[in-house]
C-alpha cells in the first residue's frame, strides 16, 4: 500500500510535536497547511524560521525579545521599583493584557522541583535577589500560579529575598470576576472568606 | 504597556489560522516552538517550507504528491480496474491506513453544494468520467462520508457514469466494530437491520 509522501509526512511528526495538536489533529493541519500553501503556509514557514533565527531571552529578566533587552526591560518609565515574578513568559504576557502592572517582571522559567531536579540557579533566582539589589526593589509581587509547586517557589524566593530591605507580596486569592460560588472549589471559597474585607 | 514582539505576534496569528488552534493555543504553541528553537522550530520551519515548495496535486486522481503523479496513481499493479471516489485527501489517508483497497484513487476534493458554489466542475466529476472511459474501469466505488451533501454527491456522480458500464458500488453501513448498540444512533440501527445478512 502507498504511504504518505516522506517529507509530509516528516512535517506531520514535526507538526504532532506541538501542544495542543496529536497525530490526528497535525494530519488535518498538515493537509489545511498545504491546501493553503501560498496564503499561510509559505508565510508560516518564513515567520518561523525568522523567529527561530531572532529570538532569544532577555539578559535581565528572561522574556521573549529579540535584542538584548526586552521592551519592557529596556523602558525607563517602568523602572518603578516594583519587580514582579512570574513561572513563565506566557504568565507575563497574561500580566500585561490585564494593563495593571506599570513595573518590570522577572521570568523564573518554571518552579522547584527536586523530581524534575530543577533548583534555585536553573531558575535564576539568584540573578533576581541581584536584581532587587541593584535596581534597588522597593516591592516583589510573587505572582506565581496557585499550586503546590508555585506556593512552595513563592515561599523560598519570599526566604531568600528576606535580608534585601524589599517588601513581599503576592496577587491575592479569592473569586475570579463572574465566578459563580457554586462552580467554585473548596479551596477557593475558603481562601475568599478568610480574606473578607469591608464592604 | 509593552506588547509581544512584532514578529512573534505575526507567527501567533498566522498559527491561531490553524485548524484546532484557536488564538490562546496559538500562543502555548508559539512559546513552545520558541523554548525549542534548535530541535523543533528550526526543522518544522524548514520541512513547511520545503513541502509548500514540492507539494502538489496528482494530474490524474487529485492525491497530494511531488510529482505529476502520486504514488498510487504510477503504480501499475494498482490499475485493477476499481477507482475509489473519496472527498478529500484525508479519506485517502484513512482507506491506505485500512489496506484493505488495492485500486486507484479520485479525490472529489469536497461535495457539491449550491450555496457555496461548488458544482461538478470544481470536483473533478468530469475527469472521474473520462477516467472511467479511459482506465476502463470495471467498479467505482463512492467512499462519501455518511452526511447529507457526501450522500447527494454520490447520487450525482451515479448518475453521471450510468452509461460508461462500470458498476457502482458504495461502502456498507452498519454497526462500526466495537460499537454497542446502545451508543449508536437510530438512523445507523436501521440502517444495520435493513442490511443485515444471514449469520
Same mark, same amino acid.
Given at each position: 500500500m502507498a504511504d504518505i509522501p516522506r517529507d509530509i509526512e516528516a512535517l506531520i511528526d514535526l507538526m504532532a510535536r *506541538? @501542544?495542543? *495538536? #496529536?497525530p490526528r489533529s497535525a494530519r488535518r493541519a498538515a493537509l489545511h497547511l498545504i491546501k493553503k500553501r501560498g496564503p499561510l503556509m509559505q508565510p508560516l514557514a518564513e515567520a518561523m524560521a525568522e523567529v527561530a533565527a531572532s529570538a532569544r531571552e532577555c539578559l535581565n529578566c528572561g522574556n521573549i525579545c529579540t535584542g538584548d533587552l526586552c521592551d519592557i526591560c529596556a523602558d525607563? /518609565?517602568?523602572?518603578? #521599583?516594583q519587580i514582579c515574578v512570574v513561572e513563565d513568559v506566557a504568565d507575563l504576557w497574561a500580566m500585561e493584557r490585564g494593563h495593571a502592572f506599570a513595573g518590570r517582571y522577572h521570568v523564573l522559567g518554571g518552579t522547584l522541583s527536586a523530581l524534575d531536579d530543577i533548583g534555585p540557579e536553573t531558575l535564576r533566582i539568584p540573578k533576581l535577589k541581584d536584581r532587587v539589589v541593584s535596581e534597588s526593589a522597593s516591592e516583589v509581587i510573587l /505572582? *506565581?500560579? /496557585?499550586t503546590v509547586d508555585g506556593q512552595t517557589t513563592a515561599h523560598y524566593i519570599a526566604d531568600e529575598l528576606a535580608g534585601t530591605g524589599a517588601t513581599i507580596t503576592s496577587l491575592a486569592q479569592g473569586? @475570579?470576576?463572574? #465566578?459563580?460560588l457554586d462552580y467554585l472549589d473548596d479551596g477557593t471559597i475558603s481562601a475568599a472568606l478568610k480574606a473578607r474585607k469591608s464592604f
Open positions: *506541538l @501542544p495542543g *495538536l #496529536g525607563p /518609565a517602568r523602572a518603578n #521599583g /505572582a *506565581l500560579n /496557585a473569586v @475570579p470576576i463572574g #465566578g459563580e
